[in-house]
């Protein structure tokens, strides 16, 4: 049985167009925090680009925004509309060439 290398699995996983990490876990069999350690570290490497997408309140207010609850009020905690960003952020990955 040959051992599972990590990294070149992350980097496989990329290649064959693994886009979350959820699917390079069951691609490669890795645990997901192993898979999430492995791209941490391609990334520090400079293997991977992570590049944050831009996110932050709607111009429509806390009523446009898909984290508002149902009756407009906001849902990631603030008192109302911001120009911080808030709530999850979504992070794109891909291999550097």
């Known amino acids: 049985m040959s051992a599972v290398r990590p990294l ?5 996983a990329f290649e064959r167009g693994a886009s979350t990490l959820d699917e390079i876990a069951t691609r490669t069999g890795l645990r997901r925090d192993v898979v999430l350690a492995a791209v941490d570290h391609l990334r520090r490497m400079g293997r991977l ?3 944050e ?3 932050g309140c709607p ?3 806390c009523g446009s925004c898909a984290f508002a609850h149902g009756d407009g009020t906001p849902g990631c ?4 509309a911001s120009l911080q960003r808030r709530g999850p952020v979504l992070v794109q990955l891909s291999l550097r060439r």
Do not use: F, H, K, P
């Open 77 to 80: 905690g603030a008192s109302a």
């Open 8 to 12: 070149n699995a992350v980097l496989e």
């Open 49 to 51: 680009e992570a590049r």
């Open 59 to 61: 111009s429509g207010g």
């Open 53 to 55: 997408m831009t996110a």
